[in-house]
């Protein structure tokens, strides 16, 4: 199984930014889409970008401007670069990934979760 782990979460201060990566290990042929969501607590997990293999990216629009998804294929990373967070902003955010072990199986893995605080 494909083990996702989370890094570069912590304490900000409003205004500031943070860069968060994900790193997958273990059996992997190929990611053909990884994604970063984020929740608050109480709420639903919310989608906040994806990044196919290719590179395309997509965003959901209320956090279009202020993060950038960017992905290394070679190192099976996805970041997400945040900018302008805001106290409001949803405190722990997920890794996810389509997961294929072999050409013909896909599976979806997700990561613990990263902490993000902002503070004003």
């Known amino acids: 199984q494909v083990q996702l782990v989370e890094s570069g979460g912590g304490l900000v201060q409003a205004g500031g930014s943070l860069r968060l990566s994900c790193a997958a290990s273990g059996r992997i042929y190929s990611i053909p889409v990884m994604r970063w969501y984020r929740q608050a607590p109480g709420k639903q997990r919310e989608l906040v970008a994806a990044?196919?293999?290719?590179?395309?990216?997509s965003y959901a629009d209320s956090r279009k401007g202020r993060f950038t998804i960017s992905r290394d294929n070679a190192k099976n990373t996805v970041y997400l670069q945040m900018n302008s967070l805001q106290p409001e902003d949803p405190p722990v955010y997920y890794c996810?990934?389509?997961?294929?072990?072999?050409?013909?199986?896909?599976?979806?893995?997700w990561g613990q979760g990263t902490q993000v605080t902002v503070f004003s």
């Open positions: 996810n990934a389509a997961i294929r072990p072999s050409a013909n199986y896909e599976y979806d893995s």
């Open positions: 990044i196919t293999s290719g590179g395309s990216t």
